[in-house]
């Protein structure tokens, strides 16, 4: 398995050092060796991780949620863990997400009744 440095795992990921050195205070890689001068080596593994957590966010899951699904994806070769507990994940953002439709939808009646409401107080106002 071939090694890299940070250096060449960005390029190899199109992220930052900065998002990679994120990532791992995260907990969400980590270096598959060290070397005594603090160089950290990156093996594939580490790439593929980064590539699953782009894909995660990509479906909208938050960093917080993708650590606590990504190490389901490395344990299970099938991903069937790691797919069950996202789609718990993304049913619990659709049910959110419609709670909060229904409820700008109620505040946009209220608006149209009360701009309504306002231009016939106007429209009065004018006859008299």
Wanted: proline letters at 1%; glycine letters at 10%.
């Amino acid at each position: 398995m071939s090694r890299m440095r940070i250096g060449e795992l960005a390029e190899r990921t199109g992220l930052s050092q900065r998002t990679i050195h994120f990532y791992e205070e995260r907990g969400l890689i980590a270096p598959s060796e060290r070397e005594g001068r603090g160089y950290r080596y990156y093996d594939e593994t580490t790439l593929k991780r980064l590539e699953k957590i782009a894909a995660l966010k990509d479906i909208g899951l938050s960093l917080e949620e993708i650590a606590g699904v990504i190490d389901l994806y490395f344990a299970d070769e099938s991903g069937i863990l790691g797919k069950r507990r996202v789609l718990e994940i993304l049913n619990g953002h659709l049910s959110e997400t419609e709670s909060r439709l229904s409820a700008l939808q109620g505040f946009r009646k209220d608006l149209k009744a009360n701009i309504r409401k306002l231009e016939g107080l106007i429209q009065e106002a004018k006859k008299s």
